[in-house]
């Protein structure tokens, strides 16, 4: 297995963050386990992206206190208390308002005398219910609880967010270190050619059809290997394709098309034949052609 690339794949970063699957999270735990390397570099971006948290994360504001000790009004219940402890229980199981009365029973004169009226009907009284000081605890509670869960799930948002950008970030850094580390293998393997006295380096200069383009040419005499490193040269358009042409004998010697996307590498081509006095460039429709279309000929270069 290539555990390089398997921490490379950025699924290690995802299982920090808690966005991969359920099997992917027991494949990262699973191979963890296995290779040292990887557990080191899953140990390493927990304690990245935790570094990252605690150096972000905001303290809640000083006026949430405030404001919720402002909405508990504790005032009536101590005056229940007072009452209680002085003895005076009136109102603890239910008050009668002010303006309130009770009907008086009402006397009716009959020829047996004097009898009470509605003596057995219910002396209706209306009552307001004393709401105890364990309530408004309960309640001051809940609402501290409802504002802290708020806060709470807006600073866990930001927390998300943040590692969402933390991980963009050490994925845009990877990008960079990926083309660093091809830039400078592109670099190493020109001068290896430059270097070395088995290769004929043949420079090939921009034609009347394009003269900013340049190519250079690595040619291996010995094996007749031929590497290219295109400098300059422009975007074929659709539906078209350079191709490579040595000069053998007076007769052009197909080796090779160039890839679409061949900058910042170094090309391999098809080995040419021995003798070979020139190295030229031409515009092709995609595929190649036996024989190179003149008219499209965008670089050329003599071997010296």
Known sequence: MNIQAYIESGILEEYVLGTVSPQEKQEVECMSHIYPEIKEELMRTENALEEYALKHQTPPPASLKESIF????FDSA????????NG??????????ANDSIEAPRVMETDGGRVIGDAFERVVVETREVTPLWAKVAAAAA?????FAGW???????????NEQLAAEVGSMRGEMEGMKNNLAYTESLAGMYRNP???VVKMAGMPKSPESSVAAFWNQQTN????????????????????????????????MLDKDFAGKVLKMKSTKPG??????????EGGVPSPTMEEMYVMGKVS
């Open 70 to 73: 402002a909405m508990m009004n």
């Open 78 to 85: 101590g005056e229940i208390n007072n009452d209680t402890q």
């Open 88 to 97: 005076d229980t009136t109102g603890t199981q239910e008050e009668v308002r």
């Open 143 to 147: 609402i501290l609880l409802a504002l």
């Open 152 to 162: 709470s799930a807006t600073q866990i948002s930001g927390y998300k967010s943040s």
């Open 198 to 200: 088995q290769y004929k």
């Open 225 to 256: 290997e031929v590497m290219l490193d295109v400098q300059n040269l422009p975007v074929a358009p659709a539906g078209k394709q350079y191709q490579l042409w040595t000069i053998v004998d007076d007769k052009p010697v197909d080796i090779g």
């Open 276 to 285: 070979a006095v020139a190295f030229a460039i031409t515009l092709e429709k």
